[in-house]
């Protein structure tokens, strides 16, 4: 059975700092990994997709890394802003269906 | 860009109650989803739907529960009796081959 453990599960940063979010899975056989952005009592919004045969994507200040073979991602957050302030969610796609990870909180204080 | 939507964003009903919760999945998608958060927890995984049937269900999705693609745009999760426990945001989800999830913006449902 698929785990998803994400670290740290809250995370308090001034503004301006750089940022790593981490997340671990217990089975390598997927097909991809997502990171999605959860504001309170919203939906979930996609930030980057990596494919199981991808190191790494970017999408502005965001970069997120996937090492399959030891299970993990990170997602980087450079510069970070107030309005980075969320949920972060990692889900890892297998089989039929995916695994959500169980969210970083991160506050970015001004 | 193409978005997944979900009606109502709010439902409430009341205990033992049947509700129907609405999604438009995106046009060239095949595959469909739906997932539940309750309150302060994980989004759980519930069903995954693709060529007109169940290929995926969780432990959760039990016989309260069914699913159907009633034409060839919408998504439907039916629960037959509410019970106060399925109170939950749920999000209804598609991807196309190799591609990620879209998802949508979620139903709200609280069974009083």
């Known amino acids: 059975k698929q785990e998803v453990t994400q670290i740290p599960a809250a995370l308090s940063v001034p503004e301006g700092e750089n940022l790593v979010l981490n997340c671990s899975f217990t089975?390598?056989?997927?097909?991809?990994l997502q990171w999605f952005r959860q504001d309170p009592g919203k939906g979930l919004t996609s930030l980057l997709l990596?494919?199981?045969?991808?190191r790494e994507q970017t999408s502005g200040r965001l970069n997120a890394s996937l090492d399959k073979s030891s299970g993990r991602s990170t997602l980087y957050i450079a510069a970070s802003q107030p309005g980075d302030s969320a949920t972060y969610l990692c889900?890892?796609?297998?089989?039929?269906?995916?695994?959500f990870g169980t969210g970083t909180k991160l506050q970015v204080i001004p | 860009e193409p978005e997944v939507t979900q009606t109502p964003s709010h439902q409430v009903t009341q205990m033992g109650q049947e509700v129907i919760l609405r999604c438009v999945p995106i046009?060239?998608?095949?595959?469909f989803y739906w997932y539940r958060q309750i309150l302060g927890q994980k989004v759980e995984f519930l069903v995954s739907?693709?060529?007109?049937?169940?290929?995926?269900k969780s432990e959760i999705f039990d016989d309260q529960f069914s699913v159907e693609r009633p034409d060839g745009s919408n998504f439907t999760l039916k629960i037959r009796s509410t019970k106060l426990e399925d109170s939950a945001m749920y999000f209804c989800?598609?991807?196309?081959?190799?591609?990620?999830?879209?998802f949508g913006s979620g139903t709200r449902l609280t069974v009083v």
């Open positions: 990596i494919q199981s045969s991808q």
């Open positions: 889900a890892v796609r297998h089989d039929q269906k995916v695994t």
């Open positions: 089975d390598s056989a997927i097909y991809n």
């Open positions: 046009s060239n998608h095949l595959y």
């Open positions: 739907f693709y060529n007109n049937e169940i290929s995926e």
């Open positions: 989800a598609s991807s196309g081959s190799g591609s990620g999830y879209t």
